[in-house]
């Protein structure tokens, strides 16, 4: 297939999420608004309808909590939506004017996407009304991050649910999930709802795990959603390479934009210092030349090589000697496989780890997002030539087997089909990214 019918496709992807308010992340799986989500979504529409990019991201913060936080889930209109846990179930505070909502975050790429959106708005200075808002908001994201996730003042963010970090089933979080152990718990009753969905089923986390997912959801809405109650209790606390990796990014761009609008970038300026030292000084794991999480409940490093390991290049955070050390293991077996078993730039989870799994939701597959990230991370260095290739690999993934939330790494199963929904919304949105710049409309 042409790239110019491809880029088509994908607008169409687009179009057909697109309910009138909000882009959903997909068809039926996720029949809501979801943070990060919204954030790739834009930098898709913004080549070709940067009206649209606007409205997402205006969908999302109209959400935003009093305290600065900005929900993972923002519900639609359909209560009774295929999607668990609902709104019923979160019972999270409701706030007049504002659409209802999940009570935990996502990763904060609303910084570095608005930042984009300035770029390629040919209106920018019509609308510096919308560019201040935005600022606003994401900076009381960012204050709240600061101020009620970052107990002992390191500079990062921790996070409280695997939901947060937007990876959830990534075996990162297994050894501190194994410290909850739903036999001995009171868990609520619940029905999934992801299960229904016969192209995703086979590739969803466990029921033990979604006990936990359920277990921690219990106890912020029994804790009333209050911080520093959730800090003291809750045994799922982490600080998170990737997670942290954003929060710089956004930093850094909301900079940018600060002196764009002419304002004070004393703040901003303080936690860029701040997370870049938190990454540096603590999640650095010199030994094996990458970053690590940090398990602060249990205060343990949690040294599992996953793609967000190398995450921080996107914020310009590790010196030369660092990125060269990322960079080689990412070429090397693990992200890149071998010879004989060549592997789609980049797998989500070391493949020579003894339980990676190539087909379980982030256990292994080539996730798009994270793909643009690191690209992004990449042509920061100068690493233009493998920055090429993670771009040629994820096209080439998705002109093969169609818009998928996630897929196969192994180059030698050429037969094998895309996992996870289809007509993905990030995957058709970064799709757009790359390719419009080559066939501007
Ligand atoms: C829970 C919507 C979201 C993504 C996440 C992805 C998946 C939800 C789920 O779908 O998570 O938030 O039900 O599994 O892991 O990254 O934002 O696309």
Request: proline share 9%; net charge neutral.
């Amino acid at each position: 297939m042409q790239d110019k019918a491809l880029l088509n496709q994908a607008k169409e992807v687009l179009r057909k999420n697109h309910n009138g308010r909000f882009t959903k992340p997909a068809p039926n799986l996720y029949p809501h608004q979801w943070n990060w989500d919204a954030g790739f979504i834009a930098l898709g529409y913004a080549p070709f309808a940067i009206g649209r990019a606007k409205q997402e991201l205006n969908h999302l913060f109209s959400a935003q909590w009093p305290n600065g936080m900005v929900p993972q889930i923002v519900f639609g209109q359909e209560k009774e939506a295929r999607y668990f846990p609902g709104p019923d179930f979160w019972q999270t505070p409701h706030f007049p004017g504002r659409p209802h909502s999940s009570g935990i975050t996502m990763p904060p790429v609303h910084g570095f996407v608005l930042r984009r959106l300035l770029t390629k708005d040919p209106n920018a200075r019509e609308d510096v009304a919308f560019y201040r808002e935005k600022y606003q908001q994401i900076l009381s994201l960012h204050q709240y991050l600061y101020e009620h996730r970052d107990p002992q003042k390191e500079g990062l963010a921790y996070v409280r649910h695997p939901w947060e970090p937007g990876t959830d089933n990534s075996p990162t979080w297994d050894p501190v999930l194994a410290t909850i152990d739903p036999s001995k718990l009171s868990i609520p009753a619940y029905t999934r709802k992801d299960l229904q969905n016969p192209e995703a089923a086979k590739h969803r986390p466990t029921q033990e795990d979604y006990d936990r997912y359920v277990y921690l959801v219990d106890l912020f809405r029994q804790q009333r959603y209050d911080d520093a109650k959730i800090h003291e209790r809750c045994p799922f606390q982490i600080q998170d390479p990737l997670f942290n990796a954003i929060l710089a990014w956004s930093n850094e761009s909301l900079y940018e934009v600060a002196r764009w609008l002419k304002v004070d970038t004393g703040l901003v300026s303080e936690w860029m210092q701040a997370t870049k030292e938190g990454l540096q000084g603590k999640l650095w794991n010199e030994q094996s030349g990458h970053y690590q999480a940090y398990d602060l409940f249990q205060e343990r490093p949690l040294p599992c090589r996953t793609s967000s390991a190398f995450m921080p290049l996107i914020a310009g955070i590790p010196g030369p000697e660092q990125a060269r050390r990322m960079l080689e293991q990412l070429q090397g077996p693990g992200f890149s496989g071998t010879p004989e078993n060549p592997a789609f730039k980049y797998p989500t989870y070391d493949l020579r780890a003894a339980d990676v799994d190539y087909e379980k939701y982030w256990r292994g597959p080539v996730w798009i997002n994270m793909n643009w990230l690191l690209w992004n991370g990449l042509l920061r260095y100068g690493f233009t030539e493998e920055a090429l290739a993670v771009q040629t690999d994820s096209l080439q993934l998705i002109r093969e087997k169609g818009f998928y939330e996630y897929f196969d790494p192994r180059k030698n199963q050429p037969e094998g089909p895309g996992y996870g929904t289809h007509q993905f919304s990030w995957t058709a949105a970064l799709a757009i990214s790359w390719l419009a710049p080559i066939y501007p409309s």
